[in-house]
């Protein structure tokens, strides 16, 4: 079995003033996930980590720097998934060359394939790569479900596929997969603020954003749950619910990272601006950010 532990957060990519990735930013980052925020892995270009923006030399340069900086510390999970089949293949070879844990795979966006789509794409990544993989379910960005009947027949039949990130609300789609996955296979929370009741229906842990700035208190709280200490995660879960919501909603709804990444320029993490079609948070929205953090001595 995989382990990529309880908290997994998805970097950003830090861009110099020439929006150029960073490898000085780089490092510092990554120390800052592993040894202040106690992450467990990291994943390398996904969409908090602007991959759409970034070519595919970018991103296996990455991938080979984070795995380096790492130097086994923490898991390297790549995201490399994408709406082409050949392509994400391509990528996930990539992944494997530089050393990688494992990769995660979106469901293919925008062009909406049928679940029996869903189950062939996953099946040929699944079978041209050693590497453990994390499926990624996210309706509301791909415009598809991923329904609970293809994932549990790709667990089933691909002991590579571990792991499902599932972003959304369904709890009875997490409780299907939670009670009915193979042995080897654990679900994990796309959305920071679902994390403890994902965890109540027997999630294994979060793949996290908020987890740039308050991953050690994230991961106190999952720790809680785990030792059977429910009003002491409920407590951590209260405490940072702000944080979570205001991540997305400052005071309006903002895309991921632009939040994320003023939040970590002004907690002295240098991580850049962002690429189009992304544009930072305006001067209301950068000043909420500021106010959220102070207020929760972030």
């Known amino acids: 079995m995989a382990n990529f532990g309880r908290l997994v957060t998805a970097m950003v990519t830090p861009f110099d003033e020439q929006l150029q990735v960073s490898e000085e930013q780089l490092e510092a980052l990554v120390e800052h996930l592993i ?3 106690r992450c467990d892995s990291l ?3 996904g969409t908090t980590g602007e991959s759409p923006t970034l070519t595919d030399s970018e991103k296996s340069g990455l991938f080979e720097s984070v795995v380096r900086l790492v130097r086994g510390r923490a898991k390297v999970i ?18 494997e060359k530089a050393g990688a844990d494992g990769v995660l795979l979106v469901a293919p966006y925008y062009n909406r394939p049928s679940q029996e789509g869903l189950y062939q794409h996953f099946k040929a990544v699944a079978q041209s790569t050693r590497l453990p993989i ?33 972003a959304h609300s369904d709890l009875d789609h997490i409780t299907t997969l ?11 929370c796309g959305d920071d603020s679902l994390t403890l009741p994902f965890l109540s229906i027997g999630a ?39 944080v979570f919501r205001g991540m ?7 895309p991921n990272p ?32 500021e106010e959220l953090l102070q207020s929760h001595q972030v």
């Open 35 to 37: 040894e202040g925020m």
């Open 43 to 45: 994943v390398v270009c």
């Open 78 to 95: 790549a995201g490399t998934g994408s709406y082409d089949t050949a392509h994400t293949i391509h990528l996930t070879e990539a992944a």
């Open 134 to 166: 994390m499926l990624y379910n996210i309706p509301s960005r791909c415009g598809i479900n991923v329904d609970t009947a293809t994932t549990l027949r790709l667990a089933r039949e691909f002991p590579n596929i571990v792991a499902s990130k599932e």
């Open 178 to 188: 939670v009670s009915q996955g193979p042995e080897h296979f654990r679900v994990y």
């Open 204 to 242: 294994y842990g979060v793949v996290s954003v908020a987890g740039h700035i308050v991953g050690a208190q994230i991961k106190s709280m999952i720790e809680a749950y785990a030792d059977d200490r429910p009003a002491e995660a409920r407590r951590l879960h209260q405490m940072l619910f702000p």
């Open 248 to 254: 997305f909603h400052c005071p309006n709804r903002v």
């Open 258 to 289: 632009a939040a994320v990444k003023h939040a970590l320029n002004v907690s002295g993490i240098p991580v850049g601006g962002l690429r189009l079609p992304m544009v930072p948070v305006n001067e209301a929205e950068g000043r909420f950010i």
